[in-house]
Structures are given as structure tokens and as C-alpha cells.
């Protein structure tokens, strides 16, 4: 069975204090792989895709990583307004618009 | 350009009443994804439409249902509504054509009472 598991559940962290949320995903094949940022009350917002294993982006403080199980999500000098649920989710090859998502890991960075 | 639309944002229903979602995919997508989202099971995936047709369905009873028009938009239906049903709807738009990224809506509130 297809699954996404993300860890921790809770992370807080001081301004400035770079740290690493962690997505583990099971799949029968990786079609891609997304992580998105959710705020309170609202959808979630697209941050990056990846693909194969070995790939990376980045953007502002955020960078994404991808190995044949597992992708970090590295957040480097975090801001208070960095503060949300950020959410991994993957697709499976031969589906359909289907997105497997992870429960999601709140962050809450404190000034 | 303009993002996914949903209306309406809230919306308060009675157990037993039928109620009717709508989305707006971004201009030029052609596929539209719901999912559910609760504190308890996180996002899980209802159905997805492409070109008015119903491409994959999720774990979801029959009193789930949706529709795509031809102009993309599409509507999602719950009939006889349960308390257990009171969630966030989120929508998503994909252009549709190979590996590409879901942009989602701001989701509509339902509360079942």
C-alpha cells in the first residue's frame, strides 16, 4: 500500500535555528514527489516537485531533498513568518491526479 | 493569472441535507482534484476529473460525487450529509499533461450540525 509518513509531527524552533522535517514515503513507483506549506484556514501552497532520487531545489530559506525513500525538507535561518504545516505528498505511477499526502509537520518558529 | 477559486467558503448544513461545492481551476487546466482534509486523516483524495470524465476515484461511499464542465469548472456533491462529513474541501488544478504540480484553492468550510 502507497504510503507517506511525516516526521515530527511538531517542531519549534528559535529564530535563526536551522533544522530538517523529514518525509518517508512507500510507493510502487515514484512518479514525483511534492511539498507543499499550509497556513491555518487556508489551502495548501505549492513549494516544490521532485522527481528522481539525488534531486534538489531550493527557494529563500527552504531546500528539498529526494532519495529512493525518504525527503528532507531543510529549513535554513528560519523567520517567525516560516511558521505553517508543511505538507509532503507523492504520486504514484499509473495514477491519476492522485496525491498521497503525509499528516504534515507544524512548525512554529518563535522570535 | 488567477488561482483556484471556491465558493463558497463556509457553509453550515443539517445531517441529512444534501449540499453542492463548486470549483474554478486555473485558466487553461483541464484537470480538477477534491480532497477532504480533518485533523484526523489529514488530505485524502476524493475523485479527479480531466476533459469532463472521471479519471480515478478515492475510498469514498457513493454519496460522494462530482461533475466537470465543459469550461473545466467543476462541482462536487454530498447527498445526505453525516456529521462525520464536516471537514475542509480543497480543490486542485493541474494542467493535466504529464508530471506537473496541483495548485490548490482556499477550500470550502462544511460544518454538519
Known amino acids: 500500500e502507497d504510503q507517506v509518513t511525516q516526521s515530527p509531527e511538531a517542531l519549534r524552533l528559535q529564530e535563526g535555528e536551522s533544522s530538517s522535517l523529514n518525509c518517508s514515503y512507500t510507493?510502487?513507483?515514484?512518479?514525483?514527489l511534492f511539498w507543499y506549506r499550509q497556513d491555518p484556514g487556508k489551502g495548501p501552497e505549492f513549494l516544490f516537485t521532485l522527481y528522481s532520487a539525488g534531486e534538489e531545489k531550493e527557494k529563500e530559506r527552504l531546500k528539498a531533498t529526494l532519495t529512493k525513500k525518504e525527503s528532507f525538507l531543510h529549513i535554513t535561518a528560519p523567520k517567525p513568518e516560516d511558521s505553517a504545516t508543511y505538507l509532503c505528498a507523492v504520486q504514484a505511477v499509473g495514477s491519476q491526479g492522485n496525491l498521497i499526502f503525509g499528516k504534515g509537520t507544524k512548525l512554529s518558529v518563535k522570535p | 493569472k488567477a488561482g483556484v477559486t471556491q465558493t463558497p467558503r463556509y457553509l453550515i448544513k443539517t445531517r441529512g441535507q444534501q449540499v453542492t461545492l463548486s470549483c474554478s481551476p486555473i485558466s487553461g487546466h483541464r484537470s480538477v482534484s477534491w480532497y477532504q482534509q480533518t485533523p484526523g486523516q489529514g488530505l485524502q483524495f476524493l475523485f479527479e476529473?480531466?476533459?469532463?470524465?472521471?479519471?480515478n476515484k478515492g475510498n469514498f461511499p457513493g454519496r460522494f460525487s462530482g461533475r466537470q464542465f465543459s469550461n473545466s469548472r467543476s462541482e462536487m456533491n454530498v447527498s445526505t450529509l453525516e456529521l462525520g462529513d464536516s471537514a475542509l474541501y480543497l480543490c486542485a488544478s493541474r494542467s493535466g499533461q504529464g508530471n506537473t504540480e496541483a495548485f490548490f484553492g482556499q477550500g470550502t468550510r462544511l460544518t454538519v450540525v
Open positions: 476529473y480531466f476533459s469532463e470524465t472521471q479519471r
Open positions: 510507493v510502487s513507483g515514484l512518479r514525483g
